[in-house]
C-alpha cells in the first residue's frame, strides 16, 4: 500500500490536505483517515486473490465507522462480524447481509435470532453448546441456518500473546481434533446447513508460515470431510495479515496471495479472508496536540491532548506507534520525550523516549492508527471520543462528531426522588 501521508514543504498530509489544515477545521485529537488508501487496500488484496474464487469479509471490529463500512461495501465487500451491533452497523451502511460471516465465540441467542433474520451469508460456530441453541432459534424461525466451524488448529502464530487466537490454550474455536464428529452432528440437522469451514490464528502477522501450517490443517480436515460425504463452498482462512508499525516487514498482498492461491490450487472451494488491519492499519492517523512540556530529571514529558482512552494500544500491548511533527518548520533542538496524555495512570503513554523536536502548542501525528484505534476508545476520565475526519484528494469530511460531555452522561437517570 502507498502511503497516503507525506510531508511536502515540512507539512505533512493526508492526500492533498495539511493535517494542520484538518486540525485546524476540526480541533484535536482527531482521527483521519485516507479514503484513498483504504480504497486502494481492498482493491490491491482483491486483485492478488483474483485467480481464485473470493471473497473479502472485512473484520469490522478494526474501522466500524458507517463512512468506512460504506466504502468497503461500495466496493463490493463482504464484512466479518462479531457482534449484533457491528451487524446492525454493517446494514446501516448499505452492506449486503448475504456477504457477512458472524463470528464470535459467545454469541448470544439474541444475536443468533439477529443474523438469521436479516439473512446473513454464514455463522461461524464456536463450540457444541452453540450449535444446539442455534438449531432451536432455526427452528423456532422456521429457517436453515448456514453454517461454518471455526476450527482451532493449534499453531503458534509468533504474535503478541493477547492477539493469538489459534493455540489450544486459546478460548476460541474448537479443537480441530474434533471437528469430523462435530461436522456429522451439523450435517444431520435439519436446521443447520454446512457451508464451509473457518479459522483465524492470530493477528499482526509478519510471517505467513503458522498460517500455510494452518490453512494446510484446515484442508486436509476438508478433504476428510469430503471423503464422509460432507461438501463445504468456502473455506474461511480469517484475518491476521500485520502491517509496518515500527521496522516490521510483513508481507504484501501478492506475497500473501501467492502462498494462499497455491494452497488452493486446483481446489473447487471459494477462499473468504477476514482483513482488518491491513484494510485500514496504515491508512489513519491520530493528530494530537503538545498541551504543555515538562522536561525532568529521569525523563521529559511531552503532555498531549490525545490518551490511552483515544489510542488504547500503546497502554494495552506495548505497541509502537510511529509519531511525527505534523510541522517540521524550524525546529528546535531534539531530545527524548515519552509522549504522554492527562488520564491519571502511568501507563498513559502513546509513546516513549521519542527524539522530537517539540514546542508547546504543536501538532504530532501518531501513525498507523486506522485499524483498533476509534473502535477501542473509552470515555475513560469523562473525556469525550475523538472526531472522526476522512480526506479524500483534496476533499475532507467530518465522518463522526466529536462527542461532547453531556452526551457521556445522557444515558445515566440519577437517583429517583
Ligand atoms: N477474524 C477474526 C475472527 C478475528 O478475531 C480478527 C481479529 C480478525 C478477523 C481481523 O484480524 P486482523 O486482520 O485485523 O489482524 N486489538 C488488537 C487486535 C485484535 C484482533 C482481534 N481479532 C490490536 O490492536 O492489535
Known amino acids: 500500500m502507498t502511503s497516503a501521508f507525506v510531508r511536502r514543504g515540512g507539512q505533512l498530509h493526508a492526500d492533498q490536505l495539511s493535517l494542520a489544515e484538518i486540525a485546524a477545521v476540526y480541533g484535536t485529537p482527531c482521527y483521519v483517515y485516507s479514503r484513498t488508501a483504504i ?27 458507517l463512512a ?12 466479518d462480524v462479531v457482534s449484533g451491533g457491528e451487524l446492525a452497523r454493517v446494514i446501516a451502511a448499505g452492506g449486503d447481509p448475504a456477504r457477512v460471516v458472524f463470528s464470535g465465540v459467545a454469541k448470544t441467542d439474541k444475536e443468533l435470532e439477529q443474523a438469521l433474520t436479516v439473512g446473513v451469508g454464514c455463522i461461524n460456530l464456536e463450540s ?22 471455526r476450527v482451532n488448529p493449534d499453531v503458534d502464530p509468533r504474535t503478541h500473546p493477547y492477539i493469538s487466537t489459534g493455540l489450544k490454550e486459546n478460548k476460541f474455536g474448537v479443537d480441530i481434533a474434533t471437528a469430523t464428529e462435530i461436522y456429522a452432528r451439523i450435517a444431520s440437522s435439519p436446521q443447520l446447513s454446512p457451508k464451509g469451514i473457518d479459522c ?25 470431510l469430503r471423503a464422509d460425504g460432507i461438501d463445504l463452498d468456502h473455506i474461511d482462512i480469517g484475518g491476521g495479515l500485520g502491517i509496518r508499525y515500527q521496522d516490521e516487514q510483513p508481507p504484501s498482498f501478492d506475497e500473501y496471495a501467492q502462498q494462499i492461491l497455491t494452497l488452493f490450487n486446483g481446489r473447487k472451494e471459494a477462499i473468504v479472508v477476514e482483513p482488518g488491519r491491513s484494510m485500514v492499519g496504515n491508512a489513519g492517523v491520530l493528530v494530537t496536540q503538545v498541551i504543555g512540556l515538562k522536561p525532568g530529571v529521569e525523563k521529559n514529558f511531552a503532555l498531549v491532548d490525545a490518551a490511552m482512552n483515544d489510542l488504547l494500544r500503546p497502554a494495552l500491548y506495548n ?99
Open 39 to 65: 480504497e486502494s487496500a481492498w482493491q490491491e488484496l482483491d486483485t492478488a486473490l483474483a485467480p481464485h474464487p473470493h471473497q473479502i469479509c472485512y473484520a469490522v471490529k478494526a474501522n466500524s465507522n
Open 68 to 79: 468506512v463500512l460504506d466504502l468497503m461495501a461500495r466496493m463490493g465487500s463482504g464484512f
Open 128 to 149: 457444541v453448546s452453540e450449535i444446539g441453541r442455534l438449531e432451536r432459534i432455526a427452528s423456532d424461525l422456521g429457517v436453515t441456518a448456514p453454517v461454518a466451524l
Open 200 to 224: 483465524h490464528i492470530g493477528s499482526q502477522l509478519t510471517d505467513l508460515e503458522p498460517l500455510v501450517d494452518a490453512i494446510s490443517r484446515v484442508l486436509a480436515l476438508v478433504d476428510q
Open 319 to 417: 505497541a509502537w506507534h510511529d509519531i511525527e511533527p505534523v510541522s517540521t518548520d524550524s525546529p528546535p533542538a531534539t531530545m527524548a520525550w515519552d509522549i504522554v496524555g492527562p488520564v491519571c495512570e502511568t501507563g498513559d503513554f502513546l509513546g516513549q523516549e521519542r527524539q522530537l523536536a517539540l514546542q508547546e502548542g504543536d501538532l504530532l501525528a501518531v501513525m498507523s492508527c486506522g485499524a483498533y484505534g476509534f473502535t477501542m476508545a473509552s470515555n475513560y476520565n469523562s473525556r469525550p471520543r475523538p472526531a472522526e475526519v476522512m480526506v479524500a484528494g483534496d476533499a475532507h469530511y467530518l465522518i463522526r462528531k466529536r462527542e461532547t460531555v453531556e452526551q457521556l452522561f445522557e444515558l445515566e437517570c440519577g437517583l429517583p426522588g
